[in-house]
């Protein structure tokens, strides 16, 4: 029996290398197939929480567009957003299943690119979309253009009207001030954060940052190198993990907090002051707060000035893979029109990209105001490197403030190891 | 008939099996192994850029991760308290079926199996909820009872007490598969046994430890095995409560921080050699655990 069993083992053995050999991990070459005039364009868009305002505004937009084009379908399906991520790379390994048009957050524009998912609509975009120079620079990677902005978002602070009254306080004018407000509230109301801040709160953490005159990256010609670690960078991480603590946010429970929690939190009255964004209005109008609320620029470090904030915001972008690319441009231009843009304001209260139609906004909605100021102030964005959707995706700035705020680490050694973190991910 | 004339005729019967194991199993191993030496990123598989050789320089840098050599230890501890507690737990559940009368026995068989068919996700959040430092009813009680300290507190928020929570959870989710394993083999084990041994006035340790473990030994190898590959791979219990593993990472376990470095950063080798340190680590555990059984005569 044995010199058989040894034969058959060699043969399994080697039926076991010949499939070795042929299977190799797959690829997909992502290129396009044709640029057909008909057919079915299909699109996803994020899903909102309050999703029937976008879906009529999208529907009318699409409609027109139909009309305008024979023999063209057009199907839209809204992706919810937590896993957003997971559909885009799968649309991305598999073309065939993929859309031909996608909303995506601006953080990913670079990540996107670099993965071979985004259509370069640069010959395209001759005429320059409804954005401003912030906007557009964030569907711009390397000069080139890969969609148009759909619309901006950007944070202030919301603060409670009735508890600051309450204590003869006037909104802070400073980052001092906010923090002296914030222990003061907490001191004579226990039972409310005075500002809600989260550990995994990024874009509410890194105005403080750049108040100070700091930030998270530096760009040197083509490569980028860590500056969370920078003497003003430290001194906005300090000032901002400073208001971590029994006297205002317990880190027990708000090392854990990320962006959504604070405004879960100021929503539904367990703080006074919280971070947010134009876009956090429907949540915060759906809690106990509704009503005894209102909105000012987050403050900077001299009275009158105003913290910079992250330039967020959502662009729409054609997949390199779409087998009906001009067709895809021209609906990627009707989304984001002037008009469809204006529309998504007055329905969703999302700002405008560009900043003329922004200020007629703020004009037909006075709540729009404390956000335009604050844009117009001067936004920042986060490095446009895919090295970025990796320090993003790898959670460098949430571990570091959550390890100063915990006590594990102080700021100079969080920060040190955080720009070590950053710096690896650029290169790779 | 000569047995050798036919000596392919064994693997013609198992040829199905063989084939079905190879498409299932060996092969996706298989590319696990070939991923984890590659350079292959999201770049690689949409991007267009050419996948490269790496060797073993993503398992050097997956080891001098400190956040990895971490994650190992607190994986290899956290997994073998869980094995402990669930096999613990189960065992006297187990004793304590075969103690009560029909109707607390069906009520505790319900519940257990409740707690088994609750999906980990649903088990988790509601763990959770009951934990919750402004809702949660239990710190709710205790400050009730006149233990202040624990109005507001978050259990989520300490290294340790965060783990002490998941295990609870882990072991509520998986003890009722050793008990009901447990208690179908004590049920096997002949009364005439246990009647010797309470004639012989042993008590009710006694009797389980020197009679009842050791005719159970088989069933509780198995159980032990089965545990130690759960417990090892637990992924959606810390995902769910500790946030994705906890603040700063303090958390993290090796499927989490695979999970971490595969798909959210798209690191998909890395996450491979992850995953690979993890299949070597659960195999050694595995055949140290048979061979010993075999060294004490015993086979599953």
Known sequence: ?428 | MNRNTRPWTPWLYLAPALALLGGLLLYPVYQLGLVSVLDYTQAQVSGGVPTSFRGLANYREVFGDPQFRRALVATLGFAAACVLATLATGCAAAVLLTRVRALPRLALMLAALGAWATPAVTGSTVWLFLFDPDTGPVDRALTALGLTGFDGHSWTYDRWSAFALVLLEVVWCSFPFVMVTVYAGIRAVPGEVLEAAALDGASAWRTWRHVTAPMLRPVLAVVTLQSVIWDFKVFTQIYVMTNGGGIAGQNLTLNVYAYQKAFASSQYSLGSAIGVVMLLVLLAVTLVHLRLLRRRGEEI
């Open chain 1, 1 to 428: 029996m044995a010199p058989h069993a040894a034969r058959t083992a060699a043969a399994v053995l080697l039926a076991l290398a010949a499939l070795a050999v042929s299977c190799a991990p797959s690829t997909s070459p992502n290129s396009p197939a044709a640029d057909r005039g008909t057919g079915t364009l299909r699109v996803w868009l994020f899903r909102e929480v309050n999703n029937r305002p976008k879906e009529e505004v999208v529907a009318d937009a699409v409609d027109a567009f139909v009309r305008d084009h024979r023999g063209v379908r057009v199907e839209v399906d809204y992706i919810p957003v937590a896993t957003r991520a997971q559909k885009l790379k799968a649309a991305f390994n598999d073309p065939r299943s993929a859309p031909d048009l996608v909303e995506y957050g601006n953080t990913d524009t670079a990540g996107y690119v670099r993965d071979g998912g985004l259509a370069d609509v640069t010959a395209e975009l001759a005429a320059r979309p409804a954005a401003d120079a912030a906007a557009l620079a964030s569907v711009t990677v390397d000069g080139k253009l890969y969609g148009t902005p759909l619309f901006t978002g950007v944070r202030a602070l919301y603060y409670r009207t009735d508890v600051l009254r309450d204590l003869g306080l006037a909104p802070p004018r400073t980052l001092a001030e906010l923090a002296a407000a914030a222990r003061r509230i907490h001191r004579e109301r226990p039972r409310l954060y005075g500002i809600a801040v989260g550990g995994a709160y990024t874009y509410g953490a890194l105005p403080f940052v750049w108040a100070h005159g700091g930030d998270v990256a530096r760009r040197t010609g083509r490569t980028w190198r860590a500056a969370i670690d920078d003497p003003k960078s430290r001194a906005g991480v300090r000032e901002w993990t400073a208001l971590f603590g029994d006297d205002n946010c317990p880190a027990s429970r708000c090392a854990a907090m990320g962006g959504n929690d604070t405004v879960q939190a100021f929503a539904s009255g367990r703080a006074a002051m919280a971070i947010a964004g134009d876009f956090n209005r429907a949540a915060v109008d759906g809690g106990p707060a509704k009503g005894r609320y209102a909105v000012v620029p987050l403050p900077g470090l001299e009275p009158g000035s105003i913290a910079p904030a992250f330039a967020g915001g959502n662009n729409i972008g054609v997949l390199r893979s779409s087998s009906h690319r001009t067709l895809a441009v021209g609906l990627m231009r009707s989304l984001t029109s002037r008009r469809t843009q204006d529309r998504l304001f007055d329905a969703m209260g999302f700002l405008p990209a560009s900043a003329d139609a922004r200020r007629a906004a703020a004009r037909r909605q006075p709540f729009a105001a404390p956000f335009v100021r604050t844009l117009d102030a001067g936004t920042v964005a986060v490095p446009a490197t895919p090295g970025w959707s990796a320090i993003d995706a790898g959670q460098v700035l949430p571990t570091m403030f959550q390890e100063i705020v915990s006590g594990r680490k102080d700021v100079d050694e969080a920060t040190a190891t955080a720009a070590r973190r950053m710096d690896e991910a650029f290169r790779r």
